[in-house]
């Protein structure tokens, strides 16, 4: 058995996400795995947004040059049905 523990919360919240976690036909306790997980991905989104404005242009240029070449290629197999 997973151990449990228990957080303090106001019981307005616990109420709200009880309710949000109603309307997804969830549990209290796999709602606040699913907002965990989404605060998580959302996490490594804003440090990959981070990182390419931190890209420097000429790095930037060559990135889209090689994407460029790849999406021909991937036109060029397309047309010929592979």
Do not use: F, N
């Not at 959302?42 to 460029?68: D, G, I, K, N």
């Amino acid at each position: 058995m997973t151990d449990l523990t228990t957080i303090k919360l106001s019981r307005e919240t616990r109420d709200r996400l009880k309710a949000r976690a109603g309307a997804e036909a969830l549990s209290l306790g796999d709602y606040l795995e699913l907002l965990a997980t989404r605060a998580e991905r959302e996490a490594r989104w804003a440090a990959l947004r981070q990182a390419v404005r931190a890209t420097p242009p000429e790095l930037m240029e060559s990135y889209r040059a090689e994407t460029a070449q790849w999406e021909q290629t991937e036109q060029a197999d397309g047309d010929r049905g592979w």
